[in-house]
């Protein structure tokens, strides 16, 4: 039996790598980490999703630790979201150590559970500014950690090379783009859905569904290409 653990937020890469995962293994598992983000309404997002798609487990860890120790406008209420870099090159979204914490956990459960692959929906087309969601970080961290585990459990990056619109033509080929648009959460007001509108998420996000209504055969085409997704293979 093929079994995936999906780290799974509750927002619209995650959950469409949890409903691709879904038609690729056996047994799926989901992942979401309580670090204290903005919005607490993230969680229950992510709760009412995992249950609604039907999967084998959903593991909700408390690592608020990462909050206490990562200062961000993720997890300090006073520190607004802004659309400017930092001095350092980053957006103050960046949450340093997030996805080396949250990709070594969700290794560990999956030893446990004794699942083949860890799944992400990082990306280096739209948000380059993040270091660890680096194709290179990703690869450099799943070598170390099998290596650690004694173990080849293998992380995947379905999302690495697509853009946003791509992103939402995966969701269209797996039948729930209607989920992951009206049920999800990104918006970093809390907002589920469609969003506030306003903040950087929701800016990116809109204008990756914008880019896909406008021409879904000319973007879904551009998926098949870049993933090897045939229009009958139902994977
Ligand atoms: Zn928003």
Redesign the pocket.
Known sequence: MKKAVVVFSGGQDSTTCLVQALSRYDEVHAITFDYGQRHSEEIETARRLASRLGIAAHKVMDVTMLGELAISALTRDEIPVSFELQENGLPNTFVPGRNILFLTLAAIYAYQVGAEAVITGVCETDFSGYPDCRDEFVKALNQAVSLGLDRAIRFETPLMWLDKAETWALADHYGHLDTVRQQTL????G?AGD?????P??DLRSRGLQQYLADKAGVLARLHQKTGLGEKSGC
């Open positions: 990104t918006c970093y007001n907002i969003g506030c509108g306003a903040c998420a929701c």
